[in-house]
């Protein structure tokens, strides 16, 4: 994602009171934040926000939150929910948002406190000496490891082929399994009937990308 800094964003993100600050209020915490016992399902890298929106909007009785590294794209998302609120559309009790980089996903959530994680249309980081900083690589998902409960599991979606078929390699020697494959997500009709679009996955499509996806267990 290209990014362009948004004077003001990292004030307006540290005072918003839909964002989790800091580890101490979060881990540990999460049923008490949202008010209830529902499930967690947390995006990682979730841009402006538009599929975590959408997905907090559709299932009012799970819980949500949006993982994004950087506060000028972070504030996207707030602005999306504030200009929601002004058009007296409907908005989402049942989302909140952390800045941060998933790297330090342990310290904001509690083994077992996260049911689903969603990746859509992660950074390639095309280049091999790289591959470590991949959502999707062994690394990352020991991370993942560390806060999903124990049925949890990873949802991935992407256009870029490589990303893909290297992922797909990761999954069996960080020692996941994988339950559903698919390399032209939008032919498939049955996959598609709960699909929620991302901002990239709409723009992708559009231009004729195919999108892939996977979902994996331990
Ligand atoms: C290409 S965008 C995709 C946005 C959105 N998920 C979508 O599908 O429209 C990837 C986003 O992931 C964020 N990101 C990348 N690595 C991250 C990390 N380690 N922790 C948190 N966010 C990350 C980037 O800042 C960027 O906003």
């Known amino acids: 994602m290209r990014l362009r800094n948004i004077p003001g964003s990292r004030e307006a993100v ?22 209830n016992d529902h499930p967690v399902n947390a995006e990682v890298g979730m841009g402006k926000g538009r599929f975590i929106v959408d997905m907090a909007l559709k299932y009012p009785d799970q819980n949500f939150v949006g993982i994004e ?6 504030i996207r998302a707030l602005q999306k929910l504030d200009r929601r609120k002004k058009a007296g559309e409907p908005v989402p ?14 310290l904001y959530f509690e083994k077992g406190e996260v049911d689903k994680i969603y990746l859509n249309f992660s950074d390639p980081w095309p280049k091999d000496r ?22 949890g599991v990873i949802e991935f979606k992407t256009d870029n ?16 399994v994988l339950d559903f494959c698919t390399r032209d997500l939008h032919a498939d009709t049955e996959a598609m009937k709960d699909n929620v679009m991302t901002e990239y996955e709409e723009k992708f499509s ?8 996977y979902i994996i267990h331990r």
């Not at 009790?93 to 342990?106: G, H, K, S, T, V």
């Not at 790289?130 to 049925?151: G, P, T």
């Not at 559009?206 to 996806?213: D, H, L, P, Q, V």
């Open 93 to 106: 009790e049942n989302l909140r948002f952390i800045r941060m980089d998933a790297r330090d996903m342990d």
């Open 14 to 35: 540290a005072a918003d009171n839909r964002c989790v600050h800091t580890p101490e209020e979060a881990k540990g915490h999460w049923h008490e934040i949202f008010g």
């Open 161 to 176: 082929e490589g990303l893909f078929d290297f992922a797909l390699g990761e999954i069996e020697p960080a020692g996941w």
């Open 130 to 151: 790289h591959a470590k900083r991949r959502l999707e690589s062994r690394q990352f998902l020991a991370r993942f490891d560390m806060v999903l409960a124990k049925e």
């Open 206 to 213: 559009a231009k004729g990308n195919k999108i892939y996806k």
């Open 69 to 74: 590294m950087y506060e000028s794209v972070l």
